[in-house]
Nanobody, 123 residues
Framework: EEQLVQSGGGSVQAGGSLRLSCVTSGLTYTNRCMGWFRQVPVKGREWIVTMVNGRTSYADSVKGRFTISFDNAKNTLYLQMDSLKAEDPAMYSC??????????????????WGQGTQVTVSS
């Protein structure tokens, strides 16, 4: 059974940093999409970053500030968030799914989700 269990998050001042962790289990297949999303009330889920076979793609809103990484030994996905801004507070979720040779990793490809963790930024 595939599971993603998150930790990290919390509250930080603007300009500060946080690191989110997502321990994966059961994800034995290759060519998988791994990513992070965030959601605020009354808004849809926003894609932040995708990693596929070591290649990464970032949303413009976080490019240069957030970094995704995966520790194979620990089966853990990370999101390092630096230079946090007032517009970054949200519920952050890790996700995984099967890479599509035709479509890549659109949101619809993600089928396994972490439980979410709240990030708050104070000014």
């Amino acid at each position: 059974e595939e599971q993603l269990v998150q930790s990290g998050g919390g509250s930080v001042q603007a300009g500060g940093s946080l690191r989110l962790s997502c321990v994966t289990s059961g994800l034995t297949y290759t060519n998988r999409c791994m990513g992070w999303f965030r959601q605020v009330p009354v808004k849809g889920r926003e894609w932040i970053v995708t990693m596929v076979n070591g290649r990464t793609s970032y949303a413009d809103s976080v490019k240069g500030r957030f970094t995704i990484s995966f520790d194979n030994a620990k089966n853990t996905l990370y999101l390092q968030m630096d230079s946090l801004k007032a517009e970054d507070p949200a519920m952050y979720s890790c996700a995984a799914g099967h890479f599509s040779a035709i479509f890549g990793c659109p949101k619809s490809q993600y089928i396994y989700w972490g439980q979410g963790t709240q990030v708050t930024v104070s000014s």
